[in-house]
């Protein structure tokens, strides 16, 4: 198992930009995928990014296409989500997980770790 706390969420006017941080610990890290997934309220949590064990590979949904990039440094054992363009709809608490697999998913059963989560507000 891979603890992980994220950090970086806060307030944000639309338009604004963040860069949301997971701290993995663990000797595992470089040899799992890693994903960002977010819940808002009233509605089920839905996936974000997920990025290969190499950080090779990445994969998007397509409400962030082009907004988001995900990055890992394996030699610090941190995942990063970095937010461009944000929009209202982007309100969510953002989580991070730790995948089962090297390769990257978009299934959150293929993931065994999830950080606490941290609150994205992004004011209109």
């Known amino acids: 198992q891979v603890h992980l706390v994220e950090t970086g969420g806060g307030l944000v006017q639309a338009g604004g930009s963040l860069r949301l941080s997971c701290a993995a610990s663990?000797?595992?890290?470089?040899?799992?995928?890693m994903g960002w997934f977010r819940q808002a309220p009233g509605k089920e949590r839905e996936f974000v990014a997920a990025?290969?064990?190499?950080?090779?590979?990445?994969d998007y949904a397509d409400s962030v296409k082009g907004r988001f990039t995900i990055s890992r440094d394996n030699a610090k054992s941190t995942l990063y989500l970095s937010m461009n363009a944000l929009k209202p709809e982007d309100t969510a608490i953002y989580y991070c997980?730790?995948?089962?697999?090297?390769?990257?998913?978009?299934?959150?059963?293929?993931?065994?770790?999830w950080g606490q989560g941290t609150q994205v507000t992004v004011s209109s």
């Open positions: 997980a730790a995948s089962n697999h090297r390769l990257r998913s978009r299934h959150a059963g293929d993931f065994g770790s």
């Open positions: 663990g000797r595992t890290f470089s040899s799992r995928a």
């Open positions: 990025i290969s064990e190499s950080g090779a590979d990445t």
